[in-house]
């Protein structure tokens, strides 16, 4: 016997579901409450497992750092360097960027002072 979905949607429809008695879920209720209530568990993360991680990772590291310092070339010749840095040390140099440098360093001087006596107080 093959039906179409309409027909299975009209037969389904139909069908008066039961429902269970309020005793019966008053009992089921009850049961339920009496039930312990799961603790969460907390899963402690093995350090081995973390070590050897982070022991692999760098073991890695050091391989590629090694394998670059084994295969570059470390001769340089300096006497091809020609830096003539005093035009470019005048200009850089002036007096109100070294104003301003000192400005600066003296205000981030004070804020850091500023947190490390509110730490020391609160």
């Given at each position: 016997?093959?039906?179409?979905?309409?027909?299975?949607?009209?037969?389904?429809?139909?069908?008066?579901?039961?429902?269970?008695?309020?005793?019966?879920?008053?009992?089921?209720?009850?049961?339920?409450?009496?039930e312990?209530?799961?603790?969460?568990?907390k899963?402690?993360?093995?350090?081995?497992?973390?070590?050897?991680?982070?022991?692999?990772?760098?073991?890695?590291?050091?391989?590629?750092?090694?394998?670059?310092?084994?295969?570059?070339?470390?001769?340089?010749?300096?006497?091809?360097?020609?830096l003539?840095?005093?035009?470019?040390?005048?200009?850089?140099?002036?007096?109100?960027?070294?104003?301003?440098?000192?400005?600066?360093?003296?205000?981030?001087?004070?804020?850091?002072?500023?947190?490390?006596?509110?730490?020391?107080?609160?």
């Amino acid at each position: 016997m093959k039906m179409t979905d309409d027909e299975m949607d009209a037969l389904l429809k139909s069908i008066a579901l039961d429902e269970p008695s309020m005793s019966f879920n008053r009992k089921v209720m009850e049961h339920v409450t009496l039930e312990r209530v799961p603790v969460t568990l907390k899963t402690k993360v093995n350090k081995r497992i973390i070590y050897s991680i982070a022991a692999f990772f760098i073991t890695c590291i050091l391989g590629i750092f090694l394998y670059a310092l084994a295969y570059s070339n470390f001769h340089y010749n300096w006497s091809k360097i020609d830096l003539d840095l005093g035009k470019a040390a005048d200009k850089v140099l002036s007096s109100g960027f070294l104003k301003l440098f000192l400005m600066l360093d003296a205000v981030i001087a004070l804020v850091w002072l500023d947190s490390v006596l509110r730490r020391r107080l609160a």
